[in-house]
Nanobody, 123 residues
Framework: QVQLVESGGGLVQAGGSLRLSCAASGRTFSNYAMGWFRQAPGKEREFVAVISRSSRIAYADSVKGRFTISRDNAKNTVYLEMNSLNPEDTAVYYC?????????????????WGQGTQVTVSS
């Protein structure tokens, strides 16, 4: 089992920044690809970013150039730095872990999920 706990969400004005953290415990963190997803009210959960075990990175087109994912295996933590936020980024943000992954963009590929952290961007 892997337990994931997100933090760092909050209310921010458009154009502002937030840094989300996801602390992992349980099994060896470095063995997992880590992803960030988000879910806005009335919408499906969508892919935001992923960082593989070897630190290969991919982003959704909607956040490229604004968000940065990183991981610190010594701290068992994955981060999501979010800049130039806009109201469309408002959602609950979830981190997720995958032991093996063929399609990192798919919710179903991930084995463990955090409880989510709310990000609200005001206009």
């Amino acid at each position: 089992q892997v337990q994931l706990v997100e933090s760092g969400g909050g209310l921010v004005q458009a154009g502002g920044s937030l840094r989300l953290s996801c602390a992992a415990s349980g099994r060896t963190f470095s063995n997992y690809a880590m992803g960030w997803f988000r879910q806005a009210p009335g919408k499906e959960r969508e892919f935001v970013a992923v960082i593989s075990r070897s630190s290969r990175i991919a982003y959704a087109d909607s956040v490229k150039g604004r968000f940065t994912i990183s991981r610190d295996n010594a701290k068992n933590t994955v981060y999501l730095e979010m800049n130039s936020l806009n109201p469309e980024d408002t959602a609950v943000y979830y981190c997720a872990a995958a032991g093996s992954i063929a399609n990192p963009y798919s919710v179903g590929q991930y084995d463990y999920w955090g409880q989510g952290t709310q990000v609200t961007v005001s206009s």
